[in-house]
């Protein structure tokens, strides 16, 4: 995959197998294939059982997943990354790296959701679970905060911009700018969200969960962890189909933990999908992208892409992070 940062860090089998003998050498003589690469991370699949997860950039790091996963997993039904070992940052390789147990399964599309109806229940079940979750002395200014989970007034500059670069690229990009304004200002004029603060994933998209025998598996990339507002992890549902989307806003939602219905799918939900959609189209010019358009402004249907074998310590596709 060619460079998509101007600080990126290049790695190669050669450089992977030098870091596993120097740090893991255990793991060092097993077979070793390139798996892949997202905005984040790239990935080596290392034997039958593991995959090597590596930043793309120095300032990349696996300390969200490898301090919290282990703690949040006994809690969610469905799989997660498991990070087994963590590599040190190097000359040759200036940043962490993670070793993680392989988890088989496929992105989510026409050839291997058996059910959207259920996946899109099976999604909903996820967000209640992780929200739900104890906070377990958890804080947002313990590196738990991130712009998805704060109010929409608090990124406005950021989105304006990010809407005045796309509209520099003209035809480039294949986004109805026009449409993401109308959002955007819709959003912005509904009151600050109320609510308290629970466990965000930040980036639910598609690529981001894994499908095995039809059903929701696994969800990847914890990357974007953080503690905040429930909205804008509502808004990737706009990548589904039409059936996933009406399972997810009616599923089951007891107790505190409810899916409010003022966020889950309404203006404020879109509003926050605006950001998710904007933040990397740039740099994504001229990139193949995921054919998942239901998101506000992209054009296009779902359902085009060609899914294929995945693994829960990565990520990928359109904006996304292995």
Same mark, same amino acid.
């Given at each position: 995959?060619?460079?998509?940062?101007?600080?990126?860090?290049?790695?190669?089998?050669?450089?992977?197998?030098?870091?596993?003998?120097?740090?893991?050498?255990?793991?060092?003589?097993?077979?070793?294939?390139?798996?892949?690469?997202?905005?984040?991370?790239?990935?080596?699949?290392?034997?039958?059982?593991?995959?090597?997860?590596?930043?793309?950039?120095?300032?990349?790091?696996?300390?969200?997943?490898?301090?919290?996963?282990?703690?949040?997993?006994?809690?969610?039904?469905?799989?997660?990354?498991?990070?087994?070992?963590?590599?040190?940052?190097?000359?040759?390789?200036?940043?962490?790296?993670?070793?993680?147990?392989?988890?088989?399964?496929?992105?989510?599309?026409?050839?291997?959701?058996?059910?959207?109806?259920?996946?899109?229940?099976?999604?909903?079940?996820?967000?209640?679970?992780?929200?739900?979750?104890?906070?377990?002395?958890?804080?947002?200014?313990?590196?738990?905060?991130?712009?998805?989970?704060?109010?929409?007034?608090?990124?406005?500059?950021?989105?304006?911009?990010?809407?005045?670069?796309?509209?520099?690229?003209?035809?480039?990009? =294949?986004?109805? $700018?026009? &449409?993401?304004?109308?959002?955007?200002?819709?959003? /912005?004029? !509904? %009151? +600050? *969200? #109320?609510?308290?603060?629970?466990?965000?994933?930040?980036?639910?998209?598609?690529?981001?969960?894994?499908?095995? =025998?039809?059903? $929701?598996? &696994?969800?990847?990339?914890?990357?974007?962890?953080? /503690?905040? !507002? %429930? +909205? *804008? #992890?509502?808004?990737?549902?706009?990548?589904?189909?039409?059936?996933?989307?009406?399972?997810?806003?009616?599923?089951?939602?007891?107790?505190?933990?409810?899916?409010?219905?003022?966020?889950?799918?309404?203006?404020?939900?879109?509003?926050?999908?605006?950001?998710?959609?904007?933040?990397?189209?740039?740099?994504?010019?001229?990139?193949?992208?995921?054919?998942?358009?239901?998101?506000?402004?992209?054009?296009?249907?779902?359902?085009?892409?060609?899914?294929?074998?995945?693994?829960?310590?990565?990520?990928?596709?359109?904006?996304?992070?292995?």
């Amino acid at each position: 995959m060619p460079p998509l940062h101007p600080n990126e860090i290049p790695t190669t089998p050669a450089l992977v197998r030098e870091l596993l003998a120097t740090q893991m050498p255990e793991w060092a003589g097993l077979p070793l294939r390139y798996a892949g690469a997202g905005t984040d991370n790239t990935m080596y699949r290392l034997g039958d059982e593991y995959v090597v997860r590596l930043p793309r950039t120095p300032e990349g790091s696996p300390a969200r997943e490898l301090t919290w996963l282990p703690r949040l997993a006994p809690h969610l039904s469905h799989r997660v990354p498991e990070p087994l070992r963590h590599g040190a940052p190097t000359d040759r390789f200036p940043a962490e790296w993670t070793v993680s147990r392989w988890i088989e399964g496929e992105e989510p599309g026409p050839g291997t959701v058996r059910d959207w109806t259920a996946f899109g229940a099976d999604l909903a079940t996820f967000v209640r679970e992780l929200r739900g979750a104890p906070l377990m002395g958890a804080r947002r200014a313990d590196g738990l905060s991130w712009y998805r989970g704060g109010q929409l007034r608090g990124i406005a500059a950021q989105t304006e911009a990010a809407l005045a670069g796309c509209a520099a690229l003209g035809d480039a990009l =294949d986004l109805d $700018l026009t &449409a993401l304004r109308e959002v955007w200002k819709t959003a /912005l004029a !509904l %009151p +600050d *969200a #109320e609510g308290p603060e629970g466990w965000l994933h930040g980036d639910l998209r598609p690529a981001n969960l894994l499908v095995e =025998d039809g059903r $929701l598996h &696994a969800v990847l990339d914890f990357g974007t962890l953080s /503690l905040g !507002l %429930p +909205d *804008a #992890e509502h808004s990737p549902v706009f990548d589904l189909p039409p059936e996933a989307r009406t399972a997810y806003r009616e599923s089951p939602r007891p107790g505190r933990h409810d899916l409010d219905p003022c966020t889950r799918l309404g203006p404020r939900g879109r509003g926050a999908g605006g950001p998710v959609l904007l933040e990397n189209a740039p740099g994504l010019r001229g990139r193949e992208r995921d054919a998942s358009p239901q998101r506000p402004g992209r054009r296009g249907r779902y359902g085009s892409g060609r899914p294929g074998p995945r693994h829960g310590a990565s990520r990928s596709g359109n904006g996304g992070a292995m």
